[in-house]
């Protein structure tokens, strides 16, 4: 054969390995998220094609899994390998979600790897089958907003270009008439439904719009598929046409869409102000949210750990700050239970009902009636009236169980939800300045509804009694719903009406939490919350008025940061950045407190001069702000605070409770 011939058919040949042959499409990218909706058993199908060289080399199925709010819900499988339950036994779930439960903990999201035996993945095409075990009586399936398989070493083997991202804004209804969207918006408001296929007897008075937004919005905001949507409306006994007519209605709806349902509302993260308004409830997203609370520390201290970052004068971004929480998700924000459903009509008649009504005219009329105060009056009474409606139901005898837990938690979150309708639909999140003064953040909620929606607020016990029978989810709720309080109002320096919240049991939450989960400390977290806390105080107002102005004892109290009982917030945090913290804020805390006199703090009941420091039972007085400070200052000095720090605290002290002897406690070891 002559050499020019030989060159050429190994030419050819080296082309053909290289280059698909003519003709042939590439593998179609896998599109994201893959929905697992509908009845059990429901299964979704990708094809995923390696090369025999990285398939020997898989060790496991790495995923990013929404709502696995149970184990055994889901079940993966690969070609025709067996179905493998997804549960904390068969799973290794990443930190924080962990920490928080797992599946069926607190976190809606999870990262999860599957261990995967030698050759269960093969050089080619592989089929990887999704499946839905079944209902708990509330969901409806789960979306893996990503997957990849993982060699050893962690290592991702298949490419970016593998996957696409689903895009809402080609979205279409799924029935094309006009008269579809026009049916299934008169279903939104007046279908009747059933409570689950667990219970498909069982007629529920509540219609969508009852726990949904009003007009449904939410669901067009947060971009639930039409598949989700229908999968729904089966859920609660209505028909597959029926379920389509309501989501074409939801695709009809004229309102922004940037968020997603795994995206919790309002998290907090970098860059969030420089987005128009009309994004900040779509949150920063999950990227946003930090892997241990250790990483807040450049972003609480970006120029290094000094007093002047965080100065009580200054105003700390929650909503730009980046945290190791995740915060709750849209589904978590809706009502399990309809109040409605839960009390009849002592719920329909009571004025924590026909509040509502009322709020959503003032909404309407909201920059008319802001001068007056009326919208701010009207939204207080509204959470009082929630307060008498549930003295009926939450009394010291009350039997507790976690049905009990869930009607108390729902009407919190029917509450919430309804406020979020009208912040949204009347565009009453830039109104800070108008409402509050000039020194407002531009962007803010006028309420404390967030605080209120927790648990904790509405006395559910922390326990198994709790929110899904589980104290740490309890717990996470709790603190879930403080922070969201803080992103969207904590205070905005104006104490007096604001009412936003308990600060001193929000201090409590951030210690029960650590304790149910204590490889995912918070201490940077609760810094934060002290740091806005003495903002808040500082207001011009003086501890004379304390209620109003500046209170040391209530959001500033600074001596958790050393008390004992919450060092295990503090396991992640080196001793050396610990000091410093302590030393920034201890000098930031005693520059406010000398801008008062102490007949001020006398006349606002936060001085006491027969304070002596020597009796164990008059330093641990309840009221004894005396005794707090008295008890925290070796504690400060022992974990590295500067002696002549401390000591100026004590000349500071000296002037409000003269018959201690405060230079005592600089001899402390």
């Not at 609660?236 to 997603?260: C, D, K, M, V």
């Not at 026909?354 to 509204?382: C, E, P, V």
């Not at 507790?400 to 029917?414: G, H, K, L, M, V």
């Not at 309804?418 to 912040?423: A, L, P, Q, R």
């Amino acid at each position: 054969m002559p050499t020019r011939s030989l060159h050429t058919i190994l030419f050819t040949l080296l082309i053909l390995l290289i280059c698909p042959l003519a003709g042939a499409d590439p593998a179609e990218p896998i599109t994201l998220p893959v929905e697992v909706m509908g009845a059990a058993g429901t299964t979704r199908a990708v094809s995923v094609t390696l090369p025999a060289r990285q398939a020997a080399q898989v060790t496991g199925l790495w995923m990013q899994v929404h709502s696995l709010g149970y184990a055994n819900k889901a079940s993966v499988k690969i070609d025709n390998g067996p179905w493998t339950p997804l549960n904390n036994q068969t799973v290794l779930v990443a930190e924080p979600g962990k920490s928080y439960g797992g599946i069926g903990g607190g976190f809606a999201t999870l990262t999860l790897t599957l261990p995967l035996r030698q050759g269960a993945v093969s050089g080619g095409a592989n089929t990887l089958r999704f499946r839905f075990n079944g209902t708990d009586g509330i969901s409806v399936g789960y979306r893996v907003l990503a997957f990849n398989f993982v060699t050893r070493t962690g290592q991702r083997l298949l490419p970016p270009d593998t996957f696409v991202q689903d895009d809402p804004n080609t979205w279409t209804p799924p029935l094309a008439e006009p008269l579809a969207a026009a049916i299934g918006r008169r279903l939104w408001y007046s279908a009747p439904l059933k409570l689950s296929p667990l219970q498909a007897k069982t007629t529920i008075t509540a219609h969508c719009f009852d726990c949904h937004t009003q007009d449904g919005r939410d669901l067009k905001y947060f971009n639930y598929s039409n598949n989700s949507i229908i999968e729904r409306a089966k859920f609660h006994g209505l028909t597959e046409q029926q379920g389509q007519q309501i989501a074409s209605y939801i695709r009809s709806i004229r309102f922004p869409n940037p968020g997603r349902p795994w995206n919790p509302p309002y998290q907090p993260g970098p860059g969030m102000d420089s987005k128009p308004l009309k994004d900040w409830a779509a949150g920063a997203g999950l990227s946003a949210v930090l892997d241990k609370d250790s990483d807040m520390l450049p972003y609480l201290f970006p120029k290094g750990i000094t007093a002047d970052a965080i100065a009580t004068d200054k105003t700390l971004n929650m909503r730009e700050l980046p945290i190791a929480l995740q915060l709750l998700d849209w589904n978590h924000w809706l009502p399990r239970v309809f109040p409605g459903d839960a009390w009849g009509s002592a719920f329909t008649h009571s004025a924590f009902f026909l509040d509502y009504s009322t709020l959503r005219l003032a909404s309407k009329d909201f920059t008319n009636r802001i001068g007056m105060g009326s919208f701010f009056t009207d939204l207080q009474h509204w959470r009082e009236d929630r307060s008498k409606f549930f003295q009926a139901y939450v009394r010291p005898d009350t039997s507790w169980a976690p049905e009990t837990s869930e009607q108390i938690y729902s009407a919190a979150r029917w509450q919430m939800v309804k406020t979020f309708e009208m912040m949204q639909e009347f565009s009453l999140e830039d109104h800070g300045p108008r409402f509050f003064g000039p020194t407002s953040e531009a962007r803010t909620w006028e309420v404390g509804t967030a605080f209120y929606a927790s648990p904790l607020a509405v006395s559910v016990p922390a326990d198994t009694r709790g929110v899904e029978g589980s104290p740490l989810v309890t717990d996470y709720h709790n603190n879930a719903w403080t922070w969201l309080q803080l992103v969207l109002n904590a205070g905005n320096r104006r104490q007096t009406g604001a009412d936003i919240m308990d600060w001193r049991a929000a201090y409590g939450a951030f210690k029960d939490l650590d304790t149910l989960a204590p490889n995912a400390p918070g201490a940077l977290r609760m810094v934060a919350f002290l740091i806005k806390g003495m903002q808040n105080a500082d207001n011009g107002i003086g501890p004379d008025k304390p209620a109003a102005g500046w209170n040391p004892t209530e959001a500033g109290d600074i001596s958790l940061l050393a008390d004992s009982a919450y060092d295990p917030l503090w396991t992640a945090v080196s001793s050396t950045d610990r000091a410093a913290i302590l030393q920034a804020v201890l000098q930031d805390w005693l520059a406010k407190c000398r801008q008062y006199t102490p007949q001020q703090y006398l006349a606002g009941g936060l001085a006491d001069p027969s304070f002596t420091g020597k009796g164990k039972e008059e330093r641990q007085a309840a009221s004894a702000w005396a005794g707090r400070v008295w008890t925290m200052l070796p504690r400060y000095r022992r974990l590295g605070v500067d002696p002549t720090l401390l000591g100026n605290v004590c000349d500071w002290a000296k002037t409000l409770w003269p018959k201690a002897d405060w230079d005592s406690l600089l001899n402390h070891g």
